[in-house]
Nanobody, 115 residues
């Protein structure tokens, strides 16, 4: 049974930075591409960044150049460095495999960006 624990969210002013972490267990982390997803109120969950097991990254256009995804296979942890945050980045952020393969979702971590 997969367990994903996200942390690092908070309240930040526009232009600020946050670093999210996701600790994964119960899934074969090292062979899966992992991703960060977000869900804003009233919107569908969307994939914003992904990283393959070898470190190849991909980003949604809305975050390209501002967010950086990375992973530590030895610690079963994936990170999301978020810079130049905008109010439209406000959402609950989750990690999971990319694409999603049916693993349980964690509780997520709230990111709120004030203008």
């Amino acid at each position: 049974q997969a367990q994903l624990v996200e942390s690092g969210g908070g309240l930040v002013q526009a232009g600020g930075s946050l670093r999210l972490s996701c600790a994964a267990s119960g899934i074969i982390f090292s062979i899966n591409a992992m991703g960060w997803y977000r869900q804003a109120p009233g919107k569908q969950r969307e994939l914003v960044a992904s990283i393959t097991r070898s470190g190849i990254t991909n980003y949604a256009d809305s975050v390209k150049g501002r967010f950086t995804i990375s992973r530590d296979n030895g610690k079963n942890t994936v990170y999301l460095q978020m810079n130049s945050l905008k109010p439209e980045d406000t959402a609950v952020y989750y990690c999971n495999t990319a694409p999603w393969r049916g693993s349980n979702w964690g509780q997520g971590t709230q990111v709120t960006v004030s203008s």
